[in-house]
């Protein structure tokens, strides 16, 4: 059996506990330590003989130096991914890969240090985005390649979940002591208006139409509603709705790529709705609509309706799912194998038997429409993005 990859994770929230509990069901992985200053040993971890670091913020570095491991993965509370992702990677001790949870960009060319370090050193940096790896949008990039839809115009992506139970406690307090995640990332509706959180929509159809291999995207324009959601919300908890909400309720970002491909992202937090990716990729031969998971093709569908798309995905199949689908949906149910599909997908690319779609150029894009959205909204103008 080849060398299993000695893994370290970065982050025991939610999230990081989620991963965990896949990767100890995946043969190709060895995780040999877990680092969380903020409690003790989570309950996940009790019955798992881990080391577990916790001493103090920088306790993931004496982590990395004495565990010695081929890969890191980052699922931390987004203020730490960079500067944790950067000993990793940099560190004279011990360097090694990162598998980077996502999450919305702080600053433009925020990631421009990571990959100098990452190519400086040969290593890899591999997007955890996991909406890639759903079963529909992988099949879609088959699709798409062969030409099934034509030549592709327009896509749509978004993020709409209703959050406003992980932000807001049940007091109508801002940030959930309940939901550890919330408590920090409530705090940049009171300060952002922008796109937050734009990889879940995004990433997919970039791949699906080539951004940052054979198209880049060239230009964006913003624009934000009024903010009603979380102060009704929070009102209707008893809660002080004097609290400042800056996050507009629905935050549209246009882009256009350089082969006039319109892109349109969504963030929608803060509404009743069920939740959705918004996925639409619209071709000179017919579209697909994954919210509803129906597509229309010319000449094959019944004239002007709708059809699942089951059939097609199936088709279509992407080597990952017909290698490791079964075992994901069986593990992964939480997250319809998608997790499962992707982290297979990380140990593939590490041993040299299958390559990840994604790099940490593409990470750098997608997170960077936060503060290109935000620049866009507060000076009302459209901005250009500069090619890489």
Known sequence: ??????????????????????????????????FDPSSNK????????????NKDND??????????????????????????????????????HVAIEIKGGFCIDEYKPLLETAEKYSLNIFPLENAVFMRENMAMLNIVKKGILGNIVAVKGGYRHDLRGLLV?????????????GIWRSQFYTTENCDLYPTHGLAP?????????????????????????????????????S??????????????????????LTHDTTLPRPRSLDFEIQGSKGIWRGEFRKIYIEGLSPHEEWEDDLKYIEENEHRFWQLWGTEATRIDVHHKGMDYIMLRA???????????????????LWTS???YSKISISEKRTVEIPRP
């Open 1 to 34: 059996m080849m060398k299993r990859i000695r893994t370290v994770l970065i982050g025991a929230g939610y999230r990081g506990c989620g991963l965990l509990r896949i990767l100890q069901s995946i043969d190709n992985f060895e995780v040999v330590a877990v």
């Open 369 to 371: 429409i936060t503060p």
């Open 205 to 241: 159809v970039c791949l699906a139409i080539g951004i940052g291999r054979t198209d880049y995207i060239t230009e964006l324009t913003s624009f934000s509603s009024r903010a009603c959601g979380m102060h009704e919300y929070i009102l209707q908890h008893g809660g002080d709705t």
């Open 243 to 264: 609290v400042p909400i800056a996050m507009g309720d629905i935050i549209i970002t246009q882009m256009r790529s350089e082969k006039n491909i319109l892109i349109t």
């Open 169 to 181: 406690d049940d007091n109508g307090k801002l940030g959930n002591p309940n939901k550890p995640e």
């Open 42 to 53: 989570p309950c996940d971890l009790e019955n798992i003989d881990i080391m577990f670091y």
């Open 346 to 364: 990380v140990a593939a690319h590490i041993q040299g038997e299958d390559k990840y779609p994604l790099n940490g150029h593409d990470l750098a």
């Open 59 to 96: 306790d993931y570095q004496r982590m990395i130096i004495e565990q010695k491991p081929d890969l890191a993965i980052i699922a931390s509370p987004w203020k730490f991914h960079i500067e944790q992702a950067m000993f990793a990677l940099g560190n004279h001790y011990h360097r090694c």
